[in-house]
């Protein structure tokens, strides 16, 4: 919850991605307006190519960032289910985001709008401000986690070639050496340079 309370308050703009007719991947910029227990929400307009993408497709993958530079910057990123479910919470996204008034200013207007809900799936901090850097997983709905990264085997030898190459130096010492999975950058430089390949990629 406290990541898509983030995503909505801090962030809020995102660009998302889906998938047209062909199978070809489409990205738009999308405000993600409100969140709660059931998932996130944002709205469209029916006559838009991203809703009819959204309800034949049902998935979708987005992005949001926040921060001066790329160093001082936090992203989320959610991929997962969407549905559409209806006007019955468009006054509260309207109560929420009074800057929609001005772009659809009367009721009549409105009436091209619905709701959808992100309701299932996962997501992935990443804080570039942090030193070493610090990433987390989550999910929400019935979304299973999946393991991603690297982690390393009962095969290691200790030679610690790895902790030459680990650009966040995120590798500790030990019988096997571990990667601290929250501060891993997923480079691989770790699997391509193990002499026994002790390191293996999660999932």
């Known amino acids: 919850m406290d990541y898509l309370k983030y995503l909505v308050r801090e962030i809020h703009s995102t660009v998302v991605a889906t998938v047209d007719e062909n199978g070809l991947p489409v990205t738009c ?20 190519g991203f809703y009819n993408r ?3 497709k049902g998935y979708l993958a987005l992005t949001g960032m926040k921060g001066e530079d790329t160093m001082s910057c936090v992203s989320l990123s959610v991929r997962g289910k969407a ?12 109560e929420l ?4 008034t001005e772009i659809y200013p009367t009721e009549e207007s409105r009436k091209a709008l619905t709701v959808f809900c992100v309701y299932e799936g996962s997501g992935e901090w990443f ?17 299973v ?17 790895c902790l030459a190459v680990c650009p966040q130096n995120c590798i500790s010492k030990g019988t096997p050496f571990t990667v601290q999975q929250e501060h ?3 480079c691989g430089n770790c699997h391509e ?11």
């Open 193 to 203: 340079m193990c002499p026994v390949d002790a390191v293996e990629k999660r999932g």
């Open 29 to 48: 910029a999308i405000d993600i307006m409100d969140y709660d227990e059931n998932g996130l929400y944002f709205l469209t307009a029916k006559g838009k």
């Open 83 to 94: 549905k559409e479910i209806g006007v019955a919470r468009l006054p509260r996204l309207f």
């Open 127 to 143: 804080d570039l401000s942090k030193k070493p850097i610090e990433r987390a997983s989550f999910t929400f709905g019935n979304a």
């Open 145 to 161: 986690k999946s393991q991603e990264g690297y982690y390393i085997t009962d095969k290691c030898i200790s030679c610690g070639k």
């Open 54 to 56: 959204l309800v034949n």
């Open 184 to 186: 891993c950058l997923h």
């Open 97 to 100: 985001n009074p800057y929609m």
